[in-house]
């Protein structure tokens, strides 16, 4: 069975400072994608960041990267130089390919709350 | 808006009562999703929609759910007999195609539902 382990409920960071967030997944299935969300107090869970199982290099959105280790089946996201908008939950989530069953999912892990410190 | 849309953006029931969710995607996705999530959880599949066609519905709770998107566009999600624990905020996401399984799947702000 897929699942998606994040580790750390809560983290505290200061303003300008890089943080990490902790992703392990668990799947046999070779062909797979991972996504990072943001979910604001406000609710709306917003796209980040992709990265495909056979992407070589590591995926980078702005402030936002991906440290995918795929041997170790990890999935980290790095925030460059925090920002006080950057305080929220955080949705690491895995989709597998086309050609599964279960292929139409995103599973989710159950996120990191993130506070920015000014 | 540009965006995915929900409503109502609250709502409180009875236990017992019927209830109903609707979902406007953005327009031309083809691929809607609704999805549970609990306090202080992840989001939890419930059910897919290829346009018109229910083509998963696995993550339904119970067959007090339902969902349906008759015109391949709008969804209503709906919940029969509701119980407390029906209590959570309900997702809706739309992506442009399941086949292009690398697309970000786009999301609403919710419906927060709470059951007395």
């Known amino acids: 069975a897929q699942k998606i382990t994040q580790t750390q409920p809560g983290m505290f960071v200061q303003e300008k400072e890089a943080v990490t967030l902790d992703c392990t997944y668990d799947t046999s299935d070779q062909s797979y994608g991972l996504f990072w969300y943001k979910q604001p107090s406000s609710g709306e869970m917003i796209f980040l960041i992709y990265?495909?199982?056979?992407?070589?290099q590591n995926a980078t959105e702005g402030r936002y990267s991906l440290n995918f280790q795929k041997a170790r089946k990890s999935a980290n996201l790095v925030i460059s130089a925090s920002q006080l908008g950057d305080s929220a939950m955080y949705f690491c989530a895995m989709r597998l390919s086309p050609g599964y069953s279960s292929a139409s999912k995103i599973i989710f892990g159950s996120g990191t709350r993130l506070s920015i410190r000014p | 808006g540009a965006g995915v849309s929900q409503s109502p953006r609250y709502k409180v029931a009875k236990r017992g009562q019927d209830v109903a969710l609707r979902c406007d995607p953005i327009s031309g996705h083809v691929s809607l999703f609704w999805y549970q999530q609990a306090l202080g959880q992840g989001p939890e599949f419930l059910t897919y929609f290829q346009n018109e066609a229910q083509l998963d519905k696995s993550g339904l709770p119970s067959d007090r759910f339902f969902a349906e998107r008759p015109e391949g566009s709008v969804s209503t999600l709906k919940i029969q007999r509701t119980q407390q624990e029906d209590s959570a905020v309900y997702l809706c996401?739309?992506?442009?195609?399941?086949?292009?399984?690398?697309?970000?799947?786009?999301f609403g702000d919710g419906t927060r539902l709470s059951i007395l």
């Open positions: 996401a739309s992506s442009l195609a399941t086949m292009d399984w690398n697309q970000p799947q786009h």
């Open positions: 990265q495909g199982s056979y992407d070589e």
